[in-house]
């Protein structure tokens, strides 16, 4: 095999794995639209928390930090074509839908603390 067939095989796993994503994400809103925040939004609170978590135990590179926010700005875009309604806020400023992202403890998503 060569280092070509590596990358096309590569390439091609993580567009199966972004599509999985997608389609996740796409079943999480129909599931807090049929369902109270009562019961979603423990559940909620418990991935964000272990992203960010996680997130701060790799300490990612600069580059690895601008992939993550392409490929959330173009999911952001994704769910902005399919419900029709732009998002408020602004993702780069670590505001979306009019709410600051912050953590509990203080510090910006990235981990850094408030300014």
């Not at 796409?26 to 049929?34: A, C, D, F, G, L």
């Not at 690895?64 to 994704?78: F, S």
């Not at 309604?85 to 993702?91: K, L, S, T, Y």
């Amino acid at each position: 095999m060569t280092d070509s067939n590596a990358r096309e095989r590569l390439d091609s796993k993580h567009g199966r794995d972004r599509q999985r994503r997608i389609e996740a994400i796409k079943r999480w809103v129909e599931y807090i639209r049929s369902e109270p925040p009562e019961t979603w939004g423990p559940q909620q609170n418990a991935v964000v928390d272990g992203q960010l978590d996680a997130a701060r135990a790799a300490e990612a590179t600069a580059a690895h930090r601008q992939r993550t926010k392409e490929i959330a700005d173009d999911l952001l875009t994704i769910g902005d074509r399919e419900s029709g309604e732009p998002r408020q806020g602004n993702i780069d400023s670590g505001e979306v839908n009019g709410s600051d992202a912050d953590s509990d403890d203080g510090s910006d998503v990235d981990g850094t603390r408030n300014r």
